[in-house]
Nanobody
Framework: QVQLVESGGGSVQAGGSLRLSCVASGYIARRCMGWFRQAPGKEREGVAA????????YYADSVKGRFTISRDSAKNTVYLQMNSLKPEETAMYYCAASPPNRYDCDLVSWHTPRGYNYWGQGTQVTVSS
C-alpha cells in the first residue's frame, strides 16, 4: 500500500516558478513515480516521471527544458520543479506511483494514467497572464 501527498501548488504569474513535492508512505523503490496534470474539461496528461531504481527522468515534450523531476530516496519524496510557467499549464497536478518493476518507466507507458495504481489527491497550480 502506498499513500501519496502532494504539496507546493499555488498561484503564480506567467514566467514564474513553483516546486511541487510528493511525499510517499510505503515502499516506492523500483517504481515509476509520475506527475500528471488535469485542467477542467481535459484529459489527465503525463508531465514527467522518474524511475526510483536509478533516477532516470522522463518528460513530456511540452515541458522539456523547463521542468525538472527528481527524487530524494531518504525522504521518500519526489519533486517537480516548474520554471517558466505558462497560463495554459493551469491545472490540478497529481502524483502517482506505478506497481514495482525491475526496469524503467517505459515499461509502464509512463505518460498514461493506466500505468499507475496509486494516486495522490492533487495540488492546484494556477498561472495568470
Amino acid at each position: 500500500q502506498v499513500q501519496l501527498v502532494e504539496s507546493g501548488g499555488g498561484s503564480v504569474q506567467a514566467g514564474g516558478s513553483l516546486r511541487l513535492s510528493c511525499v510517499a508512505s510505503g515502499y516506492i523503490a523500483r517504481r515509476c513515480m509520475g506527475w500528471f496534470r488535469q485542467a477542467p474539461g481535459k484529459e489527465r496528461e503525463g508531465v514527467a516521471a522518474v524511475y526510483t531504481g536509478d533516477g532516470r527522468a522522463y518528460y513530456a515534450d511540452s515541458v522539456k527544458g523547463r521542468f525538472t523531476i527528481s527524487r530524494d530516496s531518504a525522504k521518500n519524496t519526489v519533486y517537480l520543479q516548474m520554471n517558466s510557467l505558462k497560463p495554459e499549464e493551469t491545472a490540478m497536478y497529481y502524483c502517482a506511483a506505478s506497481p514495482p518493476n525491475r526496469y524503467d518507466c517505459d515499461l509502464v507507458s509512463w505518460h498514461t494514467p493506466r500505468g499507475y495504481n496509486y494516486w495522490g489527491q492533487g495540488t492546484q497550480v494556477t498561472v495568470s497572464s
